[in-house]
C-alpha cells in the first residue's frame, strides 16, 4: 500500500514567526505545506494573498498545495502558478465551467484539484474524475481551521475511492478540517491518500513529533 501522507495547513502557523514555521515543517516527516488561499466572498473570511505565498515557497523545500476558497479562480491560475505552486485545488462550487478550469490549471504545468463542500455530493464528479489530479473532501465548512470533523466524510471517502477505481482514474483522495491523531487510521483505511492538519499540529507543544505521530497513525 502506498504511504499517507501529511499536509500541514500553514493558516495554524504564527505569521509573526513564519519562516520558523515554514522550517519547522522543511525538517519534519511531513510531505506537502498546505496553503489556504480565502477571499472572504466564496467563504467568510480572508486569510492571505499572493506576497505571503511568495514568500513560503521562497523557504519551503516540499511540495506546495494551494487550496483556493475563492470565487472564479480561473482569474488567478496564471498567478498562482508564477507564485510556485505544485497543485491548484479549485472549489467545486466557484466553478461555471470546472472541465475547462482544469485543462487551464494543467497548461500551467501544475496538477489540478477540486474541493468539495459538505454538502456536495461526490457523483458530480463522475464526468470528470479522469481529469482530477485530486480531490480535496472538505470534513468541515471552509472558512476557518479549528473545527469539528464532520462524521459523513468517511462515506464520502468511500464513496470517491469507488468512482476512481470504477474509473480507472488517478486521483489521490485529500481530507482537509479538523484531522487528528483520533480520526487519521480511519481516514486512511477508507481510501484517503493525504491529510491536512493545521491546528492540530500547530496548537501542539512538540510540532515535529506532532507531524511524526500522525503519519505514523495514517500509516499504521
Ligand atoms: C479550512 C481550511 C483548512 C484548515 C484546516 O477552510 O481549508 O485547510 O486550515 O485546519 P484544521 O486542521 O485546524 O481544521
Ligand atoms: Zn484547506
Known sequence: MSSKLIAPSVLAADFANLQRDVEMINKSEADWFHIDIMDGVFVPNISFGMPVLRDIAKHASKTIDVHLMIVDPD????TFADLGSNILTVHYEACTHLH???QA???EGM???VALNPHTNISLLEDVI?????????SVNPGFGGQSFIENTYNKVVQLKELITRKKATTLIEIDGG???KNA???ADAGADVLVAGSFVFKSEDQIQTIKELKAVANS
Open 111 to 113: 496538477k489540478a484539484g
Open 179 to 181: 484531522v487528528t491523531s
Open 100 to 102: 475547462r478550469t482544469l
Open 75 to 78: 482569474r488567478y491560475i496564471k
Open 185 to 187: 487510521k480511519q481516514l
Open 130 to 138: 479522469t481529469e482530477i489530479d485530486l480531490v480535496c473532501i472538505m
Open 105 to 107: 490549471i494543467k497548461a
